[in-house]
């Protein structure tokens, strides 16, 4: 049986490896409390924060959530992206790990992401 903590700290890890590699400084809250990290504003982040990383002048506050199978609905087929939003709610948009990567990308500048510079 999978230890869900375990699971949700792996997939944490995934995910500030996966910015890192990029250049980007990120780093991952204590015990998946968002509570334990401040932001760029010195203020403490709410407990969903699970990663918080710096582009450039803009600070991402990131949710991990990893799980045993994603709605069909949310699922990339021949797109990119997926967009949804529940009726009288706002756009929640979903990037896979590819288009992110194109995006940080062509946005920063190669350069600066490889280079580590983005600060």
Excluded: H
């Excluded at 699922?75 to 979903?94: H, L």
């Amino acid at each position: 049986m999978i230890n869900p903590a375990k699971k949700g700290y792996t997939a944490e890890v995934e995910v500030v490896e996966f910015l890192k590699d990029l250049g980007l400084k990120a780093q991952r809250s204590w015990g998946s409390d968002g509570r334990s990290m401040r932001d760029k504003d010195g203020k403490t982040c709410e407990s969903d924060v699970d990663i918080l990383a710096d582009l450039k002048d803009i600070q991402l506050k990131i949710q991990v959530k990893r799980r045993k199978k994603i709605a069909q609905f949310l699922q990339f087929k021949n797109c990119d992206i997926v967009a949804t939003r529940p009726d009288r709610g706002g756009w929640t948009f979903i990037v896979n790990a590819a288009t992110m990567k194109t995006l940080l990308l062509n946005t920063l500048g190669e350069e600066s992401l490889k280079n580590g510079s983005l600060k």
